[in-house]
């Protein structure tokens, strides 16, 4: 730019001219032809992309020199040369993080979105901060994530970062998910930032800890009682927790939003722990747990996982299986299951079970082994239909949770992932206008008012009987049940106008007896299909490379029994027989 200063401001005032003139033109040409005023920059599309030139040293410039130009008349040109300075600084700053900090593109897309946030002391600080941890990934990771936030809350992240605290507890250890704001503080409520005010969905994506929120972690396991454990246990015994079977995230939302002042009755159940996510829920607990878990003979495991029916099986049931009536033909589900991929299941399909999904308690315990406080390992048989009260009523009374008091539900089957039972709950619509219907499959009673609607169900699937008749032994007898755990209930406003129609009692006991026939006849069909522990065993007997495989998995996933419980492993007879098979391997 030849001629100094005066050369510059008479440039710079032939295009600000220049630019006054074309805006002029522009609005008398709007006022004609409206259709053609140009979107605001915000609306266009490649708006976002086109952030990434405000960081640049030829418009950062160009931005000083406006301002300069404003300020004409309050001494802005004087302060014109300390500006540049100001913004070559800046820009050179920027520059070395951007080339030094293996920033993602994710963090700069941040960045550019909050221009306004940005200063040269904050891009130092950032570096600084950067450059402290450049071989904690994981925190550098966390940062990233998190930019936006980080350049709002610079200052106190940093005083985080840097204090030894974050070192011992997070950087020394390599914690994989360490937090990004200091735990302690997230705990005070006088504080400008904590738990009251951090939304749960950005306190997962810093990795904040779950701290005050439970005092009990219970280690789920696939088949081994982990549907009875969530759906009738520990909802009987009024305790809150989450649904293992969510995402992470999901239940991270779960637990971070549980009252602390409950912490007694609050428990988190992990079902999962081969996805990252579900590791980090793990990694987040920093305060002292009571840690539940279930083992049980490896071979009933695998038994239960080629027994298993497809994830979609629900979607095969259909309107006329679970609404009928005394004209209705009795229509049951084709059982499909997971590991073989057909209606049958067989025992080749054992090459197709991931058993990093099944023996996995191991691996958690050594995880949570700086937060536990006690160990409650219990055998899968103090869970059966038998003991599962009993041993819910001792768990409550020594942890100081609630105990159950309704010993009917736990004397049941809950899980029915064999295909047992799956068709129910059915419903059945008892109307005089059946009586003397001779059309079958007609629907017609369900629409029609007057009926009566009898529930055929169980005490796990209908633990609420409030409202409600029990009419079993009215209309079964003294019948002998395949499962006794069914259940037949009428509304109580309805039970009276069933019993004072005898003709319609009579007819829908009948029905109900041949249906109650028909849907054993279905469940021994797939009672006699069902694989059996001494196939296992049998199968297993030429198979030694898969024996070796199972045998290591399962020994290493045994360790904490093995040191603590024996007598468990003497236990398990169909585990003992399997070590036999595996004494000269």
């Not at 497809?310 to 009795?330: C, H, P, W």
């Not at 409202?467 to 109580?492: A, C, H, P, Q, Y």
């Not at 029905?511 to 069909?525: G, I, P, S, T």
Request: net charge positive; glycine share 2%.
């Amino acid at each position: 730019m030849g001629g100094g200063v005066i050369s510059l401001i008479y440039k710079l005032y032939k295009i600000k001219k220049e630019h006054f003139l074309q805006r002029k033109i522009y609005k008398q040409i709007i006022q004609v032809f409206p259709h053609l005023t140009y979107p605001k920059l915000e609306n266009c599309k490649d708006y976002n992309q086109a952030l990434v030139y405000k960081l640049h040293l030829s418009y950062m410039i160009g931005t000083v020199l406006i301002q300069a130009d404003k300020n004409k008349f309050k001494g802005g040109y004087f302060r014109l040369y300390k500006n540049m300075k100001q913004v070559r600084l800046f820009y050179n700053a920027l520059k070395d993080f951007k080339e030094n900090k293996n920033i993602p593109m994710k963090a700069f897309d941040i960045l550019y979105k909050n221009i306004n946030l940005i200063s040269l002391e904050k891009i130092k600080e950032i570096s600084f901060i950067c450059d402290l941890h450049k071989d904690y990934i994981p925190i550098l990771d966390n940062i990233y994530q998190n930019f936006e936030f980080v350049l709002k809350n610079i200052e106190l992240i940093k005083e985080w970062l840097i204090s030894d605290d974050f070192n011992q507890k997070y950087k020394k250890t390599n914690h994989p998910y360490p937090s990004l704001l200091d735990p302690r503080k997230l705990n005070d409520t006088n504080e400008k930032i904590n738990y009251n005010n951090i939304p749960a969905e950005l306190a997962w994506n810093m990795n904040l800890p779950l701290m005050g929120k439970f005092n009990k972690v219970f280690l789920l396991s696939p088949s081994s009682g982990t549907v009875a454990i969530q759906f009738i246990f520990l909802p009987s015994c009024k305790i809150n927790f989450n649904s293992a079977w969510d995402q992470a995230s999901k239940i991270y939302f779960c637990l971070y939003h549980m009252k602390n002042g409950d912490i007694v009755n609050n428990i988190f159940c992990i079902l999962s722990n081969k996805q990252n996510d579900h590791i980090k829920n793990l990694f987040l607990i920093q305060n002292k747990v009571d840690v539940f878990c279930v083992y049980r003979d490896p071979v009933s495991i695998i038994k239960h996982a080629l027994n298993h029916i497809g994830a979609y099986e629900i979607t095969k049931i259909t309107k006329k299986m679970r609404q009928i009536n005394l004209v209705s033909d009795f229509y049951f589900p084709s059982i499909y299951y997971h590991y073989s991929k057909n209606y049958k299941p067989n025992l080749e399909s054992i090459y197709n079970i991931n058993f990093d999904g099944y023996f996995f308690i191991k691996d958690r315990l050594e995880i949570l082994k700086p937060v536990i406080k006690n160990i409650e390992c219990i055998e899968f048989s103090q869970i059966n239909t038998t003991n599962a009260f009993n041993t819910f009523t001792k768990l409550a009374h020594k942890y100081g949770f609630t105990p159950p008091n309704d010993p009917i539900l736990f004397q049941g089957r809950v899980n029915r992932h064999q295909g047992d039972l799956w068709v129910l709950p059915v419903k059945f619509r008892a109307h005089s206008y059946d009586l003397y219907n001779k059309t079958k499959n007609d629907s017609t009673s369900f629409a029609l008012e007057g009926g009566v609607e009898i529930i055929i169900t169980t005490h796990q699937l209908h633990s609420n009987k409030s409202g409600f008749v029990d009419i079993t032994k009215e209309i079964f007898d003294d019948r002998k049940l395949m499962f006794d755990n069914i259940i037949l209930l009428v509304k109580s406003n309805e039970y009276e106008m069933l019993k004072n129609n005898q003709e319609l009692f009579l007819a829908s006991k009948k029905y109900l007896n041949d249906y109650m026939d028909a849907l054993e006849k279905h469940e021994q069909k797939i009672k006699d299909n069902l694989i059996t522990e001494e196939q296992i065993l049998d199968y297993l007997k030429d198979k030694k490379d898969l024996r070796i495989k199972l045998k290591q998995l399962i020994d290493d996933d045994l360790t904490y029994v093995r040191e603590n419980h024996p007598e468990y492993l003497q236990k398990w007879k169909y585990y003992q027989e399997f070590e036999k098979l595996c004494e000269n391997d």
